[in-house]
């Protein structure tokens, strides 16, 4: 147990340690090459953009789908967003190279065609929220330092969300791989189907409705973790440690290695590992 201990507070430490880098100062705009960048609203064909790639100080960043363009549209404000499109790369930057902003808080709505599909899709925001409306993407990324994130409808392979605080909530995502990290929040999700999900946590609830998942591996140090499973699983193994807490795992045994199975028709299509230091972790079948 010891070493379990050892080991989630050397996950909270990495965790924190990631994310310190945008809580610094607001004042001044991070470092970039703005060679080539013009400013404010702009539009651009979709067919000339394969990656995205927001960088957002203090306001939420708004992704619609709507429309056959691609669209990124600012709040007024003194202090101009900076873009440039380039080898089908879009570069969205809150304001100039090194400017200060001071205090200034504006939204960013993204606007997408609903049959685009990015390759990459990356949102970081210091200060405010994350919300998707419809977004396919091979990888979609999502950063915050303060604020939520929140996926309606969200699919392709790779999901990476990591946040300092706010909550992750997520309607409906499809992804081979889904990895998220938080130092303090919950992640909530109504429906999740992935072949592989690792989620690390400090300080925050995990629950999940309806997942469908081949491998599950939860590292948490404080909160609770409620798995549902969808009823296109068949059986599942559960191996938990939990140091503060209890493991209630529905319908299942412990074998003789002390994992827990659930047998179905199917056999064992879900593996789930997780450790937790204090909390409890229930498993609900179908």
Same mark, same amino acid.
């Given at each position: 147990?010891?070493?379990?201990?050892?080991?989630?507070?050397?996950?909270?430490?990495?965790?924190?340690?990631?994310?310190?880098?945008?809580?610094?100062?607001?004042?001044?705009?991070?470092?970039?090459?703005?060679?080539?960048?013009?400013?404010?609203?702009?539009?651009?064909?979709?067919?000339?953009?394969?990656?995205?790639?927001?960088?957002?100080?203090?306001?939420?960043?708004?992704?619609?789908?709507?429309?056959?363009?691609?669209?990124?549209?600012?709040?007024?404000?003194?202090?101009?967003?900076?873009?440039?499109?380039?080898?089908?790369?879009?570069?969205?930057?809150?304001?100039?190279?090194?400017?200060?902003?001071?205090?200034?808080?504006?939204?960013?709505?993204? $606007?997408?065609?609903?049959?685009?599909?990015?390759?990459?899709?990356?949102?970081?925001?210091?200060?405010?929220?994350?919300?998707?409306?419809?977004?396919?993407?091979?990888?979609?990324?999502?950063? $915050?330092?303060?604020?939520?994130? $929140?996926?309606?409808?969200?699919?392709?392979?790779?999901?990476?969300?990591?946040?300092?605080?706010?909550?992750?909530?997520?309607?409906?995502?499809?992804?081979?791989?889904?990895?998220?990290?938080?130092?303090?929040?919950?992640?909530?999700?109504?429906?999740?189907?992935?072949?592989?999900?690792?989620?690390?946590?400090?300080?925050?609830?995990?629950?999940?409705?309806?997942?469908?998942?081949?491998?599950?591996?939860?590292?948490?140090?404080?909160?609770?973790?409620?798995?549902?499973?969808?009823?296109?699983?068949?059986?599942?193994?559960?191996?938990?440690?939990?140091?503060?807490?209890?493991?209630?795992?529905?319908?299942?045994?412990?074998?003789?290695?002390?994992?827990?199975?659930?047998?179905?028709?199917?056999?064992?299509?879900?593996?789930?590992?997780?450790?937790?230091?204090?909390?409890?972790?229930?498993?609900? $079948?179908?």
């Amino acid at each position: 147990m010891k070493k379990l201990c050892l080991l989630l507070l050397l996950i909270l430490a990495l965790i924190c340690s990631t994310l310190l880098f945008a809580c610094g100062d607001n004042s001044r705009m991070t470092e970039y090459d703005g060679t080539g960048y013009l400013e404010g609203n702009a539009s651009f064909n979709a067919t000339d953009v394969k990656k995205i790639n927001v960088v957002w100080i203090s306001g939420d960043v708004i992704v619609l789908t709507e429309g056959e363009e691609v669209k990124i549209d600012e709040e007024s404000s003194n202090e101009k967003m900076q873009y440039k499109l380039e080898n089908g790369v879009l570069n969205v930057y809150y304001a100039k190279s090194n400017a200060k902003i001071g205090k200034i808080t504006k939204n960013l709505t993204l $606007t997408l065609p609903v049959s685009l599909v990015l390759d990459e899709l990356t949102l970081g925001v210091t200060d405010g929220d994350i919300s998707c409306d419809i977004v396919s993407a091979k990888r979609l990324e999502c950063l $915050t330092a303060d604020g939520n994130v $929140t996926l309606k409808h969200a699919s392709g392979e790779d999901l990476f969300i990591k946040n300092a605080s706010g909550d992750i909530r997520i309607t409906d995502a499809n992804f081979l791989r889904f990895k998220s990290q938080s130092a303090e929040g919950s992640l909530s999700a109504l429906s999740l189907k992935t072949d592989n999900a690792k989620i690390e946590f400090a300080d925050g609830n995990v629950t999940f409705a309806d997942l469908t998942a081949k491998e599950v591996t939860i590292n948490g140090a404080s909160g609770n973790v409620m798995i549902g499973l969808s009823d296109k699983v068949g059986g599942y193994s559960l191996t938990a440690k939990v140091i503060d807490g209890e493991i209630n795992a529905n319908g299942a045994r412990k074998d003789e290695s002390g994992k827990y199975v659930y047998f179905s028709g199917d056999g064992i299509t879900s593996e789930i590992t997780i450790n937790l230091v204090d909390g409890n972790v229930g498993i609900v $079948t179908p």
